[in-house]
């Protein structure tokens, strides 16, 4: 598993995972960790999805997050993102109570948008990114000038997700994170509405969250 992490992990990404690691223990604990979504094929994780949760289980574990925001709605396939990554979590040993579920999100700028929101509702103040280092670079620019109140980043480090039992393979029933008559966002959205989403320019800022355009 941490041969392909590796891959993903291949990007110039100043401050790097290792500095932001660091960081987060200092500024610890957070409030919550928000994990953007990522597809399920109705089978088995994904080894994207496998590295956000077992990443975010850990955060939990070793006291550096309170609680989680899984954001992503049925985008690409009919297994709402959000639903699965928290079954896998409460199967990895997360208690059900410091989970909590975003499921509108289509794009990464919206898992953090919507769950940004959502945090802020439930009164949570320190909050955090919890993703991959390629994933937490592209999305590190948008949430420093966007949002009102910082929101930090703690991507995955690959020698300790290297320590955690490359076989970890919790069993879960997916059914409850299906939606029935699902279409896909590819047959929905026009591929320029698409690329807009991931650019956040598919979001309707409201005055409380926006800071600067």
Same mark, same amino acid.
């Given at each position: 598993?941490?041969?392909?992490?590796?891959? +993903?992990?291949?990007?110039?990404?100043?401050?790097?995972?290792?500095? $932001?690691?660091?960081?987060? =223990? !200092?500024? #610890?604990?957070?409030?919550?960790?928000?994990?953007?979504?990522?597809?399920?094929?109705?089978?088995?994780?994904s080894m994207a999805m496998k590295g956000r949760v077992i990443w975010a289980a850990y955060l939990v574990k070793q006291g550096l997050a309170k609680n989680i925001?899984?954001?992503?709605?049925?985008?690409?396939?009919?297994?709402?993102?959000?639903?699965?990554?928290?079954?896998?979590?409460?199967?990895?040993?997360?208690?059900?109570?410091?989970?909590?579920?975003?499921?509108?999100?289509?794009? +990464?700028?919206?898992?953090?948008?919507?769950?940004?929101?959502?945090? $802020?509702?439930?009164?949570? =103040? !320190?909050? #955090?990114?919890?993703?991959?280092?390629?994933?937490?670079?592209?999305?590190?620019?948008?949430?420093?000038?966007?949002?009102?109140?910082?929101?930090?980043?703690?991507?995955?480090?690959?020698?300790?997700?290297?320590?955690?039992?490359?076989d970890i393979e919790p069993k879960i029933n997916a059914d409850s994170a299906k939606v029935e008559n699902f279409r896909s966002i590819v047959e929905t959205q026009?591929?320029?509405?698409?690329?807009?989403?991931?650019?956040?320019?598919?979001?309707?800022?409201?005055?409380?969250?926006?800071?600067?355009?």
């Amino acid at each position: 598993m941490a041969a392909v992490m590796l891959l +993903s992990s291949c990007t110039f990404f100043r401050p790097g995972p290792t500095k $932001l690691y660091a960081r987060a =223990q !200092k500024n #610890a604990p957070y409030d919550v960790i928000i994990v953007p979504g990522v597809p399920f094929d109705g089978q088995q994780w994904s080894m994207a999805m496998k590295g956000r949760v077992i990443w975010a289980a850990y955060l939990v574990k070793q006291g550096l997050a309170k609680n989680i925001i899984f954001s992503g709605g049925a985008v690409y396939t009919p297994y709402v993102e959000s639903k699965v990554m928290a079954l896998y979590a409460q199967a990895l040993g997360v208690e059900k109570e410091r989970i909590f579920i975003e499921d509108k999100a289509e794009h +990464s700028t919206e898992n953090i948008y919507n769950s940004y929101r959502m945090a $802020l509702k439930m009164g949570f =103040q !320190k909050i #955090a990114v919890a993703s991959d280092p390629f994933q937490s670079n592209l999305l590190m620019r948008f949430t420093k000038r966007r949002f009102q109140r910082p929101i930090d980043h703690i991507p995955y480090i690959i020698p300790i997700l290297a320590t955690i039992d490359d076989d970890i393979e919790p069993k879960i029933n997916a059914d409850s994170a299906k939606v029935e008559n699902f279409r896909s966002i590819v047959e929905t959205q026009s591929k320029w509405y698409r690329f807009r989403g991931t650019r956040g320019k598919n979001i309707k800022f409201e005055d409380e969250v926006l800071l600067a355009k």
